[in-house]
């Protein structure tokens, strides 16, 4: 059996974090567990932690205060142990300038976040769909759940 497939969202914004809950929540068939980080250097003690369990791909918002997302892929790109984890910018931003800093540091996509919410939920059935079926180095087809 296929294991659930682990995804990590690194938002500051908690109406953001509530939501994308909510849009994994109601993607029952599909096999995934979501967990959350408030912050960039939150997510980092959890993931470079001894006992951590990486998740499978990461949800990495650009724009929060302390530590941005740009600063976040830069040190995720720069620790050997979690350099080959997908990460797919998650943001509201447009601009060009954006989508060609994440590509330049390594991001694997860049996904705007829908405003409306069944886009949304659609945009997250999409994403876990597309990463189940990828073949990742650190994700094992023959595990349980």
Known sequence: MTRALRVLL????????LLAEE???????????L???SSGPEALARLRSP???LPDVILLDINMPVMGGFEVLSALKDDPKLLLLPVVMFSTSHAEAD???AYTL???????KSPDFPLFLKQVETF???WSGAHLPHRSKRTTR
Not at 10 to 17: F, G, K, Y
Not at 23 to 33: E, K, S
Not at 106 to 112: C, G, I, P, R, V
């Open 10 to 17: 690194i938002d500051d914004n908690a109406t953001e974090r």
């Open 23 to 33: 849009a994994f929540a109601l993607t029952d068939d599909l096999i995934c567990t």
């Open 35 to 37: 967990t959350m980080a």
């Open 51 to 53: 006992e951590a369990v």
């Open 99 to 101: 989508v060609t800093q």
């Open 106 to 112: 390594q991001a694997s996509a860049y996904l705007l």
């Open 128 to 130: 876990i769909l597309f």
